[in-house]
């Protein structure tokens, strides 16, 4: 039931409408301009008679007294085969062909569909007629890129119904009605197309499991020190130049994953731009295919409207939930949770609710908390697991996290990767801070083991400081080579080279096999004569392995290198001075 | 046609609020009074009652002033004419020539579609090697000066603008001393820039709300050009001022504030601004530089903070030259890969080894024994300060390089560096 209202205020985004008959909460409405433009909007708050609603494009231009068209549906997303390697908005309007249509610039009040009508798709049923299904069972299937993108019976359903029609295989439209159900008399007619409110989690499966599986993004810190896991949540903070972007960048390249969502939230279109100019070239190892058939990017960028900034993280999640209910692995990146943060903050300032900490509404910490909640692995009904990973980044506002984003983010995440000042002024990348990073999981190497070299970058650190207070010639041989092993693990495995062909991704098996030449090191007694040459000896092999890291996995080069380093470990300098 | 009205209501800071019906959310109104006449900007309705920014502030603005609405919203003349002249921040004429009136185009229009948007790809050399070499300029960035008052951004900036051979240079000054626009005008017609310049100049004297206009008007006439295929380059300084006016608007406003008064979307208000830098397929682009004088050197205020998540990098001035570690330039990747190979391992060695001479040196402060290894360090950082980060140095990139290895080869061993062996193999200078 629609209905319709007149406008009373408008101010920035937010605009208020007088209406009659029933309202619902979260419902999208489109304020008419009177040159006839329309402009999308959703409902936050209702007040009696008024209607207060946040407008997804700049309200420049309209006037008290305009209409207010106000719909039932809740904000809601187009779900079927198709979305894969799709540019969107943050209100699902595919951006490539909003060029084409309108031009250069995003003029307000354009919205197109977000799947193609046209496009054929070889279609396989799964389901027989006479079968009984449930919400979310697989009726059949169309080949996605690589993936089955399993077609299903709707979320919505509710309890049993019997396929009472169901297509033949062959070629179909999105819209072709593709299964007929029916329960009591009732029948419904289904096809590939789906909706879903994004404000809603999306989640039709037979239990929710722990994550156990590491999600490998090929970066040596992050799976060895700070795993992540299929279906696990993890956080990014860090100030800005940190390399926040940067390392979600290769993780969304480099990560052992079916699919990569990758949500810009609020930051730089640039940085979009080469994604989505990149990835079109660049090659999945893992299959052979390009990186943007394993892709979806939702693009709400700093300069376009704070509103639709808000939903774009519900869309890039939404699209998650999706996908893992088709069956896939996928990895959700947001980035940056604080523009999101931001522009909640926004909108509840117009709405002149009582602020909290820093001006941030005080359901900012649940807010959070739901959002990440809508991660996880799964198993569906047809005996699956499927997982939504999901990582975002923080922005904390002079990089200091003890500011409430990051404190409500941290509460709820499963590894916590910090980035600092410090290491990023040293080009120490990827400048996760190895002793204030935590991961509640564990990783592809033997906990045990992982514990003892990290102990070393502790005592590192201790040893540094006190070498800062009392001089190099005060500090004993003993604890000086203990330094330099937490340097040399630092060097040659914490940091990787993300220009650098090779030391980019660095997989399972080299992770492992390179983490026992590093243990090898760190456990080795030197004898030294004196801190110059050891030293000396530490400049050499960080050199030797910075060069194994450089060399392709069993190349000729590799085994070289690595020779080099077995003779200057087996040298006589290093064995006894 | 025009109606008019001839009651205000409230004054406030710079707002005026009265009763008016069938007015557009930020439609422009003139107001009118014994004191002279100001453009204004509707900032909220509410019913009918309606809130004007007045351009020119209140100051004499008495509540029986006439108001009519334009119709519109805020519009700028664009064409070849431009070339030359010099306005106010609000867009008057500041140079006692006639008023532009054809071709008028909205101010602070909607936002570029990112999917058209081109990866800058250009660098843009300047001669200065902490630029060129350590944080690459290229086309289509946007950057902005972080620096205390009294360090010299001003030169800074007038010396990459005229050695960035850009077709058009569009700027906005905001809040300057009079003297300091003087100095940029003289720069530009010195180096005979002047003809493919156009200013915006909001002196300190002037209203506070034209200094809000400043950058949307200056923008707005170079995404015309840079549509029109052409190079373009946007300076704004100073982008604190512009951030303080949006500060003492949302104070009048009753808003909210987050952070040290400012208002909470000062994020996205700078974002759109700073988000028109662009580079178009069609070959025209919008690189902005921009100068952000930090209150009290803090780079954590929310000026600088805010700014620094916005921009691509940004070059830190500090004790008179562009410090390695506070500048960064985000887009160097772009252009650094296709220079020469050993730019990037110049670009980190260098840099690692002056970070460990400077904590070095703090030991040395603290009366530490200074060991073979600390000996070379400080000399190193020496040789690298006064030959590279020195203002003076004025060379392309190559020979900046090269100075960068020779400089590496007077204090170290190939190994000591960091850099990988098969780049010292090639590079590194050969003693005879
Ligand atoms: N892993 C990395 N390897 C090399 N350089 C990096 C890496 N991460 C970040 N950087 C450098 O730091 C800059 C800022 O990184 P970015 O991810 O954009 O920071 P943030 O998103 O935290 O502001 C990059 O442009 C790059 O120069
Ligand atoms: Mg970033």
């Known amino acids: ?577 | 046609m025009r109606k008019y009205y001839s009651k205000i209501d409230n004054i406030a800071g710079n707002v005026a609020t009265l009763k008016a019906d069938n007015v557009g959310y930020e439609e422009l109104a003139v107001v009118e009074g014994s004191w002279g006449k100001s453009l204004a900007q509707v900032i909220r309705i509410s019913g009918d009652n309606v809130a004007l920014q007045i351009f020119a502030g209140t100051r004499g603005v008495s509540t029986g002033d006439k108001v009519s609405f334009l119709g519109s919203s805020m519009r700028f003349s664009f064409s070849d004419d431009l070339f030359g002249r010099v306005f106010s921040g609000g867009g008057e004429p500041r140079d006692g020539r006639t008023e532009l009136t054809d071709n008028l185009i909205e101010v602070g229009g909607p936002a570029v579609n990112p999917a058209i948007r081109l990866m800058p790809h250009r660098m843009i050399p300047t001669n200065i090697p902490m630029i060129d070499v350590f944080n690459t300029l290229v086309e289509g960035q946007k950057l902005p000066i972080f620096s205390i008052p009294g360090e010299p951004y001003n030169e800074l900036l007038s010396r990459i603008a005229l050695q960035a051979e850009a077709d058009v240079i569009v700027f906005g000054g905001m809040g300057l001393k009079y003297d300091e626009y003087l100095y940029f005008r003289r720069q530009l017609e010195e180096g005979g820039a002047m003809s493919r310049t156009i200013m915006f100049i909001h002196t300190a004297a002037d209203p506070v709300v034209e200094c809000l206009q400043t950058p949307d008007i200056a923008l707005t006439v170079a995404e015309q050009f840079a549509i029109q295929g052409k190079r373009v380059l946007v300076l704004l300084t100073d982008m604190t001022n512009f951030a303080n006016a949006l500060k003492e608007i949302s104070i009048t406003m009753e808003q909210i504030p987050s952070n040290r008064g400012y208002p909470g979307d000062l994020y996205s208000q700078l974002a759109s601004r700073y988000e028109k830098a662009v580079v178009f397929e069609e070959g025209g682009s919008i690189t902005l530089m921009a100068v952000t004088t930090m209150p009290g050197d803090d780079v954590t205020h929310p000026v600088p903070d805010n700014t620094g998540y916005i921009t691509e990098g940004q070059f830190y001035l500090k004790n008179g030259v562009i410090d390695p570690f506070g500048s960064l330039s985000r887009l160097k990747q772009q252009v650094n890969g296709k220079t020469r190979d050993d730019h990037r391992a110049i670009m980190d060695g260098c840099i690692q080894l002056y970070s460990k001479c400077r904590e070095t040196r703090e030991k040395r402060a603290m009366g530490f024994e200074m060991s073979d290894w600390d000996n070379k360090l400080l000399k190193y950082g020496e040789s690298f300060e006064n030959e590279i980060m020195d203002f003076s140095a004025n060379v392309g990139l190559y020979d900046a390089l090269a100075k960068c290895w020779e400089i590496l080869a007077r204090h170290f061993e190939p190994r000591e560096t960091g850099i990988r062996s098969s780049l010292c193999d090639q590079f590194w200078p050969k003693r005879d």
């Open chain 1, 1 to 577: 039931m629609s209905t319709t209202g007149r406008i009373v205020t408008v101010y920035g985004n937010m605009v208020t409408a007088e209406f009659e008959g029933a309202v619902r909460q979260n419902a999208v409405a489109y304020c008419q301009r009177s040159d006839g433009v329309r402009l999308m909007s959703e409902i936050i708050r209702i007040r009696g008679k008024l209607a207060d609603m946040q407008v997804f494009e700049l309200t420049r231009g309209l006037k008290v007294g305009d209409s207010v068209e106000i719909t039932d549906e809740l904000l809601s997303l187009e779900l079927g085969p198709g979305l894969i390697g799709m540019v969107y908005d943050g209100l699902q309007n595919p951006l490539p062909e909003m060029a084409e249509k309108i031009g250069k610039f995003l003029k307000p009040g354009n919205y197109l569909k977000a799947l193609d009508r046209n496009r054929d798709w070889e279609f396989t049923p799964v389901a027989s007629e006479g079968d009984v299904v449930t919400a979310a069972e697989n009726l059949g299937k169309v080949k996605e890129n690589i993936f089955d993108h399993f077609i299903m019976s709707p979320f919505t359903l509710d309890g049993e119904w019997k396929v009472k029609k169901m297509a033949k295989a062959g070629k179909y439209k999105i819209e072709n009605e593709i299964a007929v159900l029916e329960k009591d008399g009732k029948t419904v007619s289904v096809n590939m197309i789906q909706r879903w409110p994004v404000r809603l989690p999306l989640g039709v499966y037979r239990e929710r499991l722990l994550p156990t599986q590491p999600m490998v993004t090929k970066q040596r810190i992050i799976d060895t020190f700070f795993p992540v896991m299929l279906g696990g949540t993890y956080c990014i903070p860090g100030p800005f130049g940190a390399g926040k972007t940067v390392l979600q960048q290769i993780t969304s390249r480099h990560a052992e994953i079916d699919l990569v969502i990758v949500a810009a939230c609020g930051e730089r279109a640039g940085e979009v731009v080469e994604t989505l100019r990149e990835f079109p070239h660049l090659k999945d190892p893992r299959t052979g295919k390009t990186l943007i058939e394993r892709t979806i990017i939702i693009c709400n960028t700093s300069s376009m409207p704070v509103a639709a900034r808000e939903s774009s993280v519900y869309t890039a999640i939404t699209l998650g939930e999706y996908y893992r209910q088709v069956g896939l692995n996928v990895l959700m990146l947001a980035d940056s949770t604080s523009r999101w943060a931001q522009a909640l903050r926004e909108m509840s300032g117009r709405l002149e609710e009582i602020p909290g900490e820093e001006a941030f509404p005080a359901y900012l910490e649940s807010s959070i908390a739901r959002f990440y909640e809508r991660g996880g692995i799964v198993e569906l009904k047809d005996g699956r697991k499927a997982s939504l990973t999901i990582g975002g980044t923080v922005s904390p506002a002079g990089g200091n996290f003890e500011e409430p984003v990051t404190q409500g983010t941290l509460k709820v995440v499963g590894t916590f990767l910090g980035l600092s000042y410090a290491r990023s002024y040293a080009r120490r990348f990827p400048a996760i801070d190895p002793l204030e990073s935590w991961s509640k999981y564990s990783g592809i190497i033997d906990g045990k083991k992982v514990s003892w070299a990290h102990n070393f970058l502790r005592r590192g650190k201790t040893i540094y400081e006190m070498m800062q207070v009392v001089g190099e010639e005060g500090t004993s041989i003993d604890d000086f080579v203990t330094y330099l092993k937490s340097e040399f693990l630092d060097n040659v495995y914490l940091q990787q080279n993300s220009f650098d062909e090779v030391d980019a991704a660095c997989p399972t098996e080299r992770q492992q096999y390179l983490f026992e030449m590093v243990l090898d090191v760190l456990k080795h007694e030197f004898t030294f004569k004196d801190k110059p040459q050891a030293r000396d000896m530490f400049f050499s092999l960080t050199e030797q392995f910075r060069d194994w890291n450089y060399s392709p996995w069993q190349s000729d080069k590799m085994k070289e290198n690595e020779k080099k380093i077995r003779s200057t470990l087996n040298s006589r300098e290093a064995a006894h001075a």
